[in-house]
């Protein structure tokens, strides 16, 4: 079992930066792969940036060369960076913690935090 607590949140206008944590429990936090998703109202929820447990990175388009997504295996914490803050990076973000093992995957969700952007 795994939970997830983010933070980091807020109000920011366009243009401004935000650094997002969640801080996972358990002793096996660097075998997950680690992503942040996000939702806007109305919308799918959808991948933001994933790192890996060997730390390979992946990110949506949209946030390429403005997000930074990083882990740190001592304090079972995984960061996302945000900079260059757009109206429609408005969302609810989630962290989300993703293994597999075998034929069984196992998933766990953060409770969210709510980034907001004013323009």
């Known amino acids: 079992q795994v939970q997830l607590v983010e933070s980091g949140g807020g109000l920011v206008q366009a243009g401004g930066s935000l650094r997002l944590s969640c801080a996972a429990s358990?002793?096996?936090?660097?075998?997950?792969?680690m992503g942040w998703y996000r939702q806007a109202p109305g919308k799918q929820r959808e991948l933001v940036a994933v790192?890996?447990?060997?730390?390979?990175?992946n990110y949506v388009e949209s946030v390429k060369g403005r997000f930074t997504i990083s882990r740190d295996n001592a304090k079972n914490t995984v960061y996302l960076q945000m900079n260059s803050l757009r109206p429609e990076d408005t969302a609810a973000y989630y962290c989300?913690?993703?293994?597999?093992?075998?034929?069984?995957?196992?998933?766990?969700w953060g409770q969210g935090t709510q980034v907001t952007v004013s323009s």
């Open positions: 358990g002793s096996i936090f660097r075998l997950y792969a």
């Open positions: 790192i890996t447990s060997g730390g390979n990175i």
């Open positions: 989300n913690a993703h293994r597999g093992v075998g034929r069984y995957e196992y998933d766990y």
